[in-house]
């Protein structure tokens, strides 16, 4: 809310008669827009109107006035309240408020009416003031918006610390205890009542728990009675001051609920030319706001432009040293460097995003104001702290458009969002801190909030950006003197050449002469001020007693007026002298006022009992004040008696309480209605308490009426005649079990009535209710017996039971066998013979129950269905999942419990096995099943295989080495291509031997050339079966390899001039004639030859590089003693021949120097095929004429079968193998675990499986044994056995109590066991065996259970018992009041409700006689004690009036046994005892009793007191218990006044009462002047005398 409020003053004299008469004497109003009217509304024809006329900002009212006789008058004034009392036909009229506080959404302006009502035609208004001041006469209120669009939310700050303000000191801060702050809903809920609340803070409970809330106002009345620190800063600059580490603290911020938009905002000089000098403090550099124009690169104008308007141009503050311009920054830290941005109405901004200054320049930290214009003082808002020059900011950078320094460098993009948003129409940003420059500037300020004035905004230019003014240069001005005291000025125009200032001397202030104003010129900026000298001023004296007007205090026009202060106690007439005109600034006198003791208001407690008090005049002299006693409470004649003193509080006599009783102390038995306490409207009324136990007819009797505590009954009324007897209380919860419909109408035993049913919905009987004996016992419930319940079995195995009533005579539970467990009969349930029994269950008997076999155990089986799961009538049904498997399922029931019944019947289909060696095959598998094979295959001739492939199908044994067969393939031989084919480019199409394609050319591109031929391979088969490659040769040759034993010159390497000269190396040994040969450029003969040179040693010859078809033995390779044997290997033919070298060439290093194999000849073979798995065969002849092999199944290997030899094709070149079948594995079986079985294994083998067994009877078992062959081989694969079991049995049942068994069969098959409860030792019901579910575990027998039987209570004091039966079923027990020990009434005996030791029968009905013991405390009563039996009690008791008790004595009876009767009414005597001070007081004590009170006493004259003693009894009796007296006081005296000077004093007398001190100035020392005497207010302090000066001179120059 924003308030704009411009001061009035008005000057209202009014003339009083009949008429009224206003003349307005001060005419000139500054205000806004404010039109004011005043009217008046009259009975008659005549009127007086005073008109207002607006003319800008000055308001003038002109006033016509008319005599006017009214009836009722009714102004309107703007903004001012004022109230009117009417008193016969005088009206005063008295301004009471003047302020108007304004919180609505709309402009308001609020509107008082000043009514005036008379009692007669004539209305009078009498004005007692000359001066009326109006405050506010235009209040323009705006509200932005209401709050609806803002959340309160907190911001949890870190722990352990306190805000702190920007000098690092504390915040405003108030100190509110933990009660206060729980009383207010908690710390949150107390500080958030605060609007100016910045944030607050909690101490938690682990030491002294308080709440502190920070604010700009701590002086607030909601922080009444808190503990304020010193701290002053009205602002949180951050959160870093200690605390206590567990201290947290939260700060207020208002979040919006709806989205901000951004703001039309300006900044830089006005438009119009103003002065900008509120806008900012310095740009533009060094300059002032005079001096920074909007269009300068550094001018704040730019803050609010777009950057590509205003490329480059950023606001900079700086200083200029060297200029006399300090700089406003040092150390990161700033002074004096702010700037204001403006908006057209007042807005709410919610955040700004700031572009810095780059670098050190840029603004770190900020505080930011808000205002309405720029002469109001700045509201501080918020700190921001920590903004980023560098870098990114929080909204990250943007790309700086700058021509200077910061030339495409990024700026970061910061936004400051504001804790709450802050509202008005000027916003100033201070800058505090930088990033260390020696000035601060920022690029841009976006703003963003609410504008609701959608009107005014309409109207704002398009872009603040396109709103600029070029300014013209200021012309020169001048400048005020420094020093212009003593000068009235008004400065029109003080341009140089404009000049135009006037002023006049100032008399107000003592200035007299003729002003003259001289204008600047020249390098003289300052105009001067000349004509005006100083008169004399008089000085203000002492006004003690005074109210002094000083309008002017020169002598020469001395203007003061004076008033008595009576507020304070001074009376008279006051006047003012001037001092002399030519003096020496003497003090202007003040006279006419004497002091008179002022007596003050008494205090609150003081007031007790007294209203209206009206305070007229408090001086002492004439004091007047009325009251009168409050009649609520109180009763009398007021009375007012004047202080002594001043500052003494007056006296209020007169009025006493209204004489009340107090309640009774002890009411039991009563119930009591206090309608009026008060003695004499004495209102009470009492009824006894019947339904606790009192009757009769109670009677009240109101108290004395004294009023003293020691009123009858220590001030209590009295009441009687309510008798009391003895009342019954309602049982507990567990005695009324059975019992409904209970209805208490009286529970009093002499009038008991109290009715009950039975719950019939779990009990029977006919209830009875028997009352109690003494008072506060239970009354008892009978006749309701619970209806017999049975319990269900502990063994329900077999059973499914269905129960729907357990109550035996309406029993209803039904059962079956449990089928489904293997339970089966005729089930059949008999009910219980007594409460809380068993049901009876059978007709059920167990048989064994077979379970599903797994999951492996039923692979090749499906539509497994099972019907019936026992033994006894088992039903299942199986097929064989025909897919993979064949044959008849066969279902065949377990022999025992739990066991899982068989399937068999069902066997895998044979498949074939994929043949391990399917070379020269291409093979497509669709059906591997032997009874459905179906595989087809083709001979692979990609890879050199041709021929009629075929397909065999395997035997169907469904073993692993039972595989399908392929043949008919054979493989066409492949010439391999040549090791070396360098000089060669090759095309190899075909390189079957058959269809062999293969062409070559000469690499020219590698330096061979000639004709390339291909020579096919010889089709003998073998790694080195390759083709050949002639015809192209190098062209030039390649160095020899083998060079040992030459030196060699290589002059020309080409096979067309070649030139290389050689010779033996004969220093290495080597001898001969040297001679090299050109290569022929052939594959393999690239190189030169060299020959002729050999080592001087025996020739050697060397082995044939070929040996290939020829077996030799090298006995001897020397020439001379050559000795080789050879033959032809296997696979050739003829005759071996060895040829000796011939000797002439040998030599190390030589390598054609060899021997020669001759003679053989490849022949054809027909080759073993690669795999014989399975087979033994016996090559005689592999040789293709005369093959001979033989070959049989390999039956120590598991092989069988018919076996057979196909021999190799007749082909040549073709790779020759015979071929084997007729022969697979035969599967062998082993043994598996043969535990209850004998067995006999004839033949293990699957072709011809034989192996019997039979069930091991002699180890206990028994069945039919069955065996069955195995399904795969391998030791892991076992022939199977079932069929046999061993027989089961029962074990004896482990707890026999109470049952007799016969055990005719334990076996779980033939089980046979009988037994029968054992009724010679107790136990009855229907015996149940159990049989066992699985061997070796144990028997059951249920149904029998003990007879039941109570036991007697453990005290059975009072009551003669007599035991026939206890049996439960059959209880005969009972009992009389044992009346020889003093027991009496009807006893009756209950059985048990359950069996053991720990349930007893129970017997009750007897009770003993009670009796009440003596009153403990019997002082000051008188008892007589007839009867002391609680039944027929008889006490009686008076009051000991000899021993000085007094009342009516009352007995209350005690209301259980042993314990004491009370006594009570009677009571002591009370005194008052004398005051510890009586000092001053003369005293007489006729009588101190309360009763009867008598003291009187008189002030002690002789010691100096003086006034009217008055004495008042105490209220309370006791040593500590004073009457009280009042009324005298001793007399006061003034002392000497401490500074005589200049006085001449006759003190007449110095009582403060009749004070009368004379004084004059000491004209005879020097002293002029009026003394005036002022005397002390309180005693024993000094008067005072003033108004004398000592005479000054001038002294000759």
């Avoid at 004489?659 to 009026?676: F, H, N, R």
Wanted: net charge negative.
């Amino acid at each position: 809310t924003t308030t704009t409020t411009t001061t009035t003053t008005t000057t209202i004299s009014t003339t009083t008669s009949s008429t009224t008469t206003i003349t307005n004497t001060t005419t000139t109003t500054t205000t806004t827009t404010t039109t004011t009217t005043i009217s008046t509304t009259t009975s008659s024809t005549t009127s007086s109107t005073i008109s207002t006329t607006t003319t800008s900002s000055t308001t003038t009212i002109t006033n016509t006035t008319t005599t006017t006789t009214t009836s009722t008058t009714t102004t309107t004034v703007s903004t001012t309240t004022i109230s009117t009392t009417t008193s016969s036909s005088t009206t005063t009229i008295t301004n009471t408020s003047t302020t108007t506080t304004t919180t609505t959404t709309t402009t308001t302006v609020s509107t008082t009416t000043i009514s005036t009502t008379t009692t007669s035609s004539t209305t009078t208004i009498t004005n007692t003031s000359t001066t009326t001041t109006t405050s506010t006469t235009s209040t323009t209120t705006t509200t932005l918006n209401c709050r609806c669009w803002q959340k309160l939310d907190w911001r949890k700050e870190p722990t352990g610390k306190r805000p702190v303000g920007l000098d690092g000191k504390g915040i405003q801060r108030a100190v509110v205890s933990k009660d206060v702050a729980e009383e207010n809903g908690g710390c949150e809920a107390f500080c958030s009542e605060d609007l100016d609340l910045l944030a607050y803070g909690v101490l938690p409970d682990d030491k002294e728990n308080h709440c502190e809330c920070f604010t700009r106002n701590v002086s607030q009345a909601m922080y009444k009675g808190t503990s304020k620190p010193d701290d002053a800063n009205v602002l949180i600059q951050a959160w870093t001051g200690k605390a206590e580490s567990s201290y947290q603290g939260y700060t207020r911020i208002l979040r919006p609920t709806r989205k901000s938009k951004r703001l039309k905002v300006t900044s830089g000089c006005p438009e119009d030319g103003s002065d900008c000098s509120a806008w900012f403090s310095r740009g533009c550099g060094p300059q002032e706001p005079t001096s920074c124009p909007n269009w300068d690169v550094l001018s704040p104008r730019s803050l609010t432009q777009k950057i590509l308007t205003r490329r480059g141009h950023k606001w900079y503050a700086s200083g200029s040293p060297s200029h006399g311009v300090k700089n406003p920054c040092s150390r990161g830290r700033c002074a004096g460097v702010w700037v204001v941005f403006g908006v057209e109405v007042p807005m709410a901004v919610t955040k700004i995003e700031l572009l810095n200054y780059p670098g050190e320049r840029g603004v770190k930290q900020a505080v930011f104001y808000a205002s309405n214009n720029l002469t109001e003082p700045w509201q501080p808002m918020q700190v921001v702290n920590d903004i980023p020059s560098t870098g990114k900011g929080n909204e990250g950078t943007t790309r700086a458009h700058a021509d200077g320094d910061d030339k495409g460098n990024s700026i970061p993009l910061t936004e400051l969002v504001f804790d709450e948003p802050i509202v008005g129409r000027y916003f100033k940003m201070d800058v505090t801190k930088n990033h260390g420059a020696a000035g601060a500037g920022l690029t841009r300020a976006i703003f963003y909030g609410y504008d609701d004035e959608a009107e005014t905004q309409a109207q704002l230019p398009e872009t603040l950006e396109t709103a600029q003014v070029t300014r013209k240069p200021d012309p020169p001005l001048c400048t005020g003197p420094a020093n212009s005291t003593g000068y009235v000025v008004s400065e029109t125009d003080i341009r140089e050449h404009g000049f135009s200032v006037t002023a006049a001397c100032d008399a107000d202030n003592g200035y007299d002469g003729n002003a003259r104003v001289l204008p600047c010129s020249g390098k003289q900026r300052e105009y001067r001020l000349t004509g005006c000298y100083l008169v004399n001023i008089c000085r203000s004296p002492d006004a003690e007693g005074y109210i002094v007007t000083e309008i002017g205090l020169a002598a020469n026009a001395f203007n003061v007026t004076a008033t008595c202060d009576g507020q304070r106690g001074y009376d008279g007439e006051a006047t003012v002298m001037a001092c002399e005109p030519n003096g020496s600034q003497g003090e202007y006198q003040l006279e006419g006022c004497s002091w008179k003791p002022l007596c003050r208001s008494p205090g609150n407690e003081s007031m007790k009992g007294y209203k209206n008090i009206k305070e007229t005049a408090l001086t002492k002299h004439a004091v007047n004040v009325t009251a009168e006693c409050d009649t609520a409470e109180y009763t009398g004649e007021a009375k007012v008696i004047p202080c002594h003193f001043d500052n003494e509080s007056y006296i209020l006599t007169g009025c006493a309480p209204k004489p009340v009783c107090l309640s009774p102390s002890a009411t039991d038995g009563y119930v009591i209605t206090e309608t009026d306490l008060h003695a004499d409207n004495f209102d009470v009324e009492a009824t006894c308490d019947e339904k606790k136990g009192w009757n009769g007819k109670a009677q009240v009797t109101v108290c004395s009426g004294s009023g003293l505590p020691t009123d009858t009954y220590k001030g209590e009324y009295q009441f009687e005649g309510c008798s009391w007897k003895p009342l019954c209380r309602s049982p507990g919860s567990e005695p009324v079990k059975g019992y409904k419909n209970i209805k208490e109408t009286t529970l009093t035993k002499h009038a008991f009535n109290v009715t009950a049913e039975c719950d019939t919905a779990e009990y029977t009987g006919e209830a009875k209710v028997i009352p109690c004996h003494f008072d506060n016992e239970s009354y008892t419930l009978i006749g309701c017996a619970p209806k017999p319940v049975c319990f269900s079995p502990s063994e329900t195995d077999g059973y499914v039971i269905t129960e729907t009533d357990l109550h035996a005579d309406s029993f209803d539970v039904e059962a079956m066998c449990d089928e489904k467990k293997g339970w089966y009969g005729k089930a059949q349930v008999t009910a219980c013979s007594t409460n809380q029994g068993e049901y009876q269950l059978e007709g059920c008997s167990w048989k064994p129950l077979c379970r599903s076999p797994g999951n492996e155990s039923v692979k090749g089986y499906k539509n497994i269905k099972e019907t019936t799961l026992t033994t006894h009538a088992f039903n299942v049904t199986a097929e064989c999942d025909i897919a993979d498997y064949t044959g008849e399922a066969k279902v065949s029931p377990c022999h025992f419990d739990n066991e899982s019944y068989i399937l068999t019947g069902c066997a895998t289909k044979p498949v074939c096995l994929s043949p391990s060696a399917t070379d020269g095959y291409v093979i497509t598998e669709t059906n591997l099943h032997a009874d459905s094979f179906d595989v087809e295959a083709m001979c692979d001739e990609k890879k050199g295989w041709y021929g009629k492939a075929q397909v065999t199908v395997c035997s169907g044994s469904g073993l692993p080495t039972d595989t399908y067969k392929v043949s008919g393939c054979g493989f066409k031989h492949i010439c391999l291509g040549p090791k070396n084919s360098e000089g060669y480019v090759i095309k190899e199409v075909e390189l079957r031997w058959r269809n062999f394609t293969v062409s070559a050319t000469c690499s020219a591109k590698n330096g061979f050339e000639g004709v390339a031929k291909v020579t096919k391979c010889a089709g003998t088969g073998g790694d080195d079966d390759r083709y050949e490659l002639s015809g192209c040769k190098l062209k030039t040759c390649l160095a020899s390899p083998d060079s040992e034993g030459y030196v060699i010159t290589e002059s020309e390497l080409s096979r067309s001039n070649f030139n290389v000269s050689v010779r033996c190396d004969t220093k290495k040994g080597y001898v001969g004639k040297a001679k090299a040969s050109a290569c022929e450029g052939t594959a393999g003969k690239e190189r030169y030859s060299l020959k002729g040179c050999f080592w001087n040693e025996k020739a050697i010859c060397l082995t044939p590089t070929n040996s290939t078809g020829y077996a030799f033995t090298e006995h001897n390779l020397f020439s001379d003693d050559f000795d080789v044997k050879a033959k032809c290997a296997p696979g050739y033919g003829g005759k071996a021949v060895v040829t000796p070298c011939n000797g002439e060439t040998t030599g190390k290093g030589w390598t054609e120097n060899r021997y020669n194999l001759s003679g053989c000849v490849q022949q054809e073979f027909c080759f073993a095929p690669p795999n014989l798995t399975g087979y033994l065969v016996t090559e005689n002849d592999l040789s293709m004429e005369s093959f001979d092999v033989a070959v049989k199944c390999d039956d120590t290997r598991g092989f069988m079968g018919d076996a057979k030899l196909t021999p190799c094709p007749n082909t040549t070149g073709e790779a020759r193998h015979y071929s084997v079948s007729g022969c697979s594995p035969a599967l062998y079986c082993f043994a598996p675990n043969l535990t209850g079985y004998s067995v006999t294994e004839e033949n293990l083998y699957v072709q011809n499986f034989s192996v019997t067994a039979t069930c091991d009877t002699e180890r206990g078992y028994k069945g039919s044994a069955q065996v069955a062959p195995c399904l795969a081989d391998g030791p892991s694969s076992h022939y199977s056995v079932t069929g046999c079991y061993a027989a089961r049995y029962c074990f004896t049942a482990r707890n026999m109590t109470g049952v007799i068994v016969t055990e005719n069969n334990l076996e779980l098959e033939d089980f046979d066991v009988a037994a029968k409860c054992d009724d010679t030792n107790g136990y009855r019901g229907k015996a149940r065996v159990i049989p066992c579910t699985a061997g070796s575990s144990r028997y059951r027998v249920t149904g029998c259970q003990p007879v039941r039987f109570c036991w007697a209570p453990k005290n059975i004091t009072g009551y003669n018992v007599s035991e026939k039966d206890l049996a439960m079923e059959s209880f005969n027990v009972t009992a009389q009041c044992d009346t020889e020990r003093g027991y009496k009434g009807s006893a009756r005996v209950s059985p048990c409700l359950a069996d053991g030791p720990t349930s007893h029968y129970s017997v009750t009905g007897c009770y003993p006689a009670r009796y009440c013991f003596m009153a403990r405390n019997m002082t000051g009563v008188i008892v007589t004690e007839n009867n002391l039996d609680l039944e027929d009690f008889d006490v009686a008791a008076k009051c000991d009036d000899t021993n000085g008790y007094r009342g009516t004595a009352r007995v209350i009876p005690c209301t259980s046994t042993s314990s004491r009767y009370r006594v009570t009414g009677c009571h002591l005597v009370q005194f008052c005892w004398a005051p510890k001070n009586i000092t001053g007081y003369n005293v007489s004590e006729k009588d101190l009793a309360m009763e009867s009170f008598d003291v009187t006493a008189q002030c002690d004259t002789e010691r100096g007191y003086k006034g009217s003693a008055q004495v008042a009894p105490c209220l309370a009796g006791g040593p500590s218990s004073h009457y009280s007296v009042t009324g005298c006081y001793p007399a006061r005296y003034c002392f000497m006044a401490r500074n005589m000077t200049g006085v001449i004093v006759t003190e007449n007398n110095l009582d403060l009462e009749d004070f009368d001190v004379a004084a004059k100035c000491d004209d005879t020392n020097g002293y002029r002047g009026t003394a005036r005497v002022i005397p002390c207010t309180s005693t024993s302090s000094r008067y005072r005398v003033t108004g004398c000066h000592l005479v000054q001179f001038c002294w000759a120059p």
